[in-house]
């Protein structure tokens, strides 16, 4: 299948070419290890060294399979060493993706996408196909949005779940998407695919000439950069966590909100949508309601606060912030410096900190 949706010649003269590119892929022990080992080792000529931890285990051995900087570091610090151009690693089931390049240079998951949405001619599927559609979860930052804008692609914003990317799939509406916790895919087949996201990046590697940073920095001057985060406040007491959620939508939707200025820093924004987003599906009509609170600047930059499970080990709040910026001089500055601005106002807005007595989130950028 993957044969017939890349060009393998091209990707064999990436990888085991005059001038091959060095990989880097952790399978984490997952089920994806033996398909890395497959493709990118035997089909593609990348030498055996190339694929690690690529046995799947029970346990995984012993590590947390999440493709991420925290749960990933060995990735990332072999990377860091500059002896590798690409990296990547998947999860246990082989459905996420991070993909890293020389000196440990990341690409967040929202960029991920936005990046494969701006080349996706370089793979043949949808040289074929054509695109029907780009879609990304609504926590997902504005970068799809930048991309499809530019090239006068159809968005779709979903709430969180692949079940509505899979809908729209369905009905030929959707060719890519993605989600800020690490999920990518295409309508190849109905789900999110770790394998075919790195697949697609050697591809735009193998297109381009250049390396990953030189991609991603030329894409935030074409198209500014969505500097984004995530804060999980996790195991909040619920009632205290419903309270401040109720106390927030109170003080969003009062109609005085919309319009209102907010400063921190150099910077200020001033609030063009405030709501609870909801999201009706363009092909069964179904609605689904109270998906996030939102808070939209005119700039395009957004807040988004989710509150999900109110079991025994109590409630979670996830905090987005997605900092929009296309000033040449700053795209390229150090994300939570650029982030620090947005987050002091978000946090000022909702009185997180001081509503649940939590203070040390968990960050995921």
């Known amino acids: 299948m993957l044969r017939g949706i890349f060009d393998f010649a091209a990707l064999k003269e990436l990888l085991s070419g005059a001038n091959h590119i060095s990989l880097r892929l952790d ?93 996706i001619i370089s793979i043949p599927y949808f040289q074929k196909t054509g695109v029907k559609g780009l879609a990304r979860s609504m926590p997902t930052s504005g970068a799809l949005d930048n991309v499809a804008k530019a090239l006068e692609m159809q968005l779709y914003e979903t709430p969180t779940g692949w079940k509505f990317f899979g809908n729209l799939m369905d009905a030929g509406k959707l060719s890519l998407c993605g989600e800020e916790s690490f999920g990518t895919g295409s309508d190849h087949i109905r789900e999110k695919d770790g394998l075919w996201a790195v697949l697609a990046w050697l591809s735009i590697l193998a297109t381009r000439k250049q390396s990953v940073e030189e991609i991603m920095k030329d894409h935030w001057q074409k198209f500014g950069r969505n500097f984004f985060t995530r804060y999980d406040y996790e195991e909040v007491d619920s009632d205290a966590a419903n309270k401040m959620i109720k106390d927030l939508e109170t003080a969003m939707f009062d109609p005085s909100f919309v319009g209102k200025k907010f400063s921190s820093g150099d910077k200020t924004y001033e609030v063009a949508v405030s709501d609870n987003f909801s999201y009706t599906d363009p092909v069964d009509g179904s609605v689904s309601k109270n998906q996030g609170l939102r808070i939209i600047f005119s700039d395009g930059s957004r807040i988004i606060f989710r509150l999900s499970g109110t079991g025994s080990a109590g409630a979670t709040i996830r905090l987005y912030i997605d900092s929009y910026e296309k000033d040449p001089q700053k795209i390229y500055q150090d994300p939570q410096v650029m982030l620090a601005p947005l987050v002091d106002i978000a946090l000022k807005v909702s009185q997180l900190q001081e509503k649940t007595g939590r203070t040390g989130p968990t960050v995921i950028t």
Not at 52 to 63: A, I, L, Q, R, S
Not at 81 to 96: L, S
Request: hydrophobic content about 40%; charged content about 20%.
């Open 27 to 119: 399978a984490m022990h997952g089920v994806v290890g033996p398909y890395v080992k497959k493709i990118i080792c035997e089909e593609l000529g990348s030498p055996a060294h190339s694929a690690v931890n690529c046995v799947p285990k029970e346990d995984f051995g012993g590590h947390h399979p999440d493709p991420n900087l925290t749960y990933a570091a060995d990735l990332v610090n072999a990377m860091k060493g500059g002896e590798y151009d690409f990296g990547a690693a998947f999860d246990g089931d082989g459905d996420r993706n991070m993909v890293l390049g020389k000196h440990g240079f990341f690409v967040n998951p929202s960029d991920s996408v936005a990046v494969i949405a701006a080349n």
